[in-house]
């Protein structure tokens, strides 16, 4: 695991060298599903460049990235969302990051989340502890939910499903604080670290939550659906919290 740790955070420093170049220069925004739904040029480079990076090492590995799909099965398989908070990268709004994730035998091992602008390095392999910047994490001690700090994302298409503004009504009518930072790999990572006390969101997608997962679990946190059950990949519900206030928060939201 130790080398395989080590190719997924230079994959995410070269990401990164991505993110901040064309921060810099400049770059071509295109849309997917709708208007809100962007893709930029560097969302395409840095993709194929992390690709071509992981799988020049290991080219016997699999590989899933937001935007080019799966490409072949195997017991290795690299999950990567090259920007996750795409349309803060678009408008120079400084919270994105690098999402890299390999799952082995269907199993999540390793998970590596880097934030370009600040340059924070989240980091967690299972069973070895979970480290920002070289420093161990571990989630918050806040026991009560109005005390807590907490995020949500919203999908594109919220106008089709408006299932979570439900739940985010019911979280404002109880008085709670609730951020929308717009990175769920980089939410989740702060739940890790203690820096918010509890997220949850509906329709994320396997490249946003499979890095932040390991450093999740590393750091102590629970990670459920709506129901507290356990969470799996490709799930309609994510809870995330340090655990203390994860019941109440689950029924907070569903009224
Ligand atoms: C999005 C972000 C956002 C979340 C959306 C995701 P993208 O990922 O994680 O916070 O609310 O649901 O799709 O498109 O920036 O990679
Ligand atoms: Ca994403
Ligand atoms: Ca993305």
């Not at 740790?5 to 060298?17: K, N, P, S």
């Not at 996750?84 to 999540?108: C, Q, R, W, Y």
């Not at 799930?235 to 928060?249: C, M």
Request: hydrophobic share 40%; net charge negative; glycine share 10%.
């Amino acid at each position: 695991m130790e080398t395989l740790l080590d190719d997924a955070i230079a994959a995410a420093r070269l990401a990164r060298g991505i993110h901040l170049y064309y921060q810099e220069k400049g770059f071509e925004v295109g849309t997917k599903t709708g208007p809100t739904d962007l893709v930029t040029q560097a969302d395409k480079e840095t993709e194929r460049a992390i690709k071509d990076y992981l799988l020049s090492r290991h080219p016997q590995h699999a590989f899933l990235g937001e935007e080019g799909g799966q490409e072949k099965e195997a017991e290795y398989r690299w999950i990567v969302d090259p920007i996750d908070g795409t349309v803060n990268f678009a408008h120079g709004f400084p919270f994105f990051a690098v999402s890299i994730a390999l799952e082995v035998k269907g199993e999540l091992r390793l998970g590596v989340v880097l934030d370009s602008t600040r340059d924070e390095l989240f980091w967690a392999v299972r069973d070895r502890g979970a480290f920002l910047n070289g420093r161990p994490i571990r989630v918050s001690a806040t026991n009560k939910l109005i005390n807590s700090l907490l995020a949500t994302g919203f999908p594109y298409d919220i106008n089709k499903d408006r299932e979570n503004m439900v739940y985010f009504e019911n979280a404002l009518k109880r008085g709670l604080t609730v951020r929308r930072p717009g990175a769920a790999a980089l939410d989740l990572c702060y739940v890790a670290a203690g820096r918010l006390d509890g997220f949850w969101e509906v329709k994320l997608k396997p490249w946003d939550v499979a890095g932040a997962l390991v450093v999740l679990y590393e750091a102590g946190a629970m990670v459920t659906g709506m129901e507290k059950e356990p969470y799996e990949l490709g799930n309609r519900y994510i809870v995330a919290s340090n655990g203390l206030i994860h019941d109440e928060l689950m029924q907070t939201l569903l009224g």
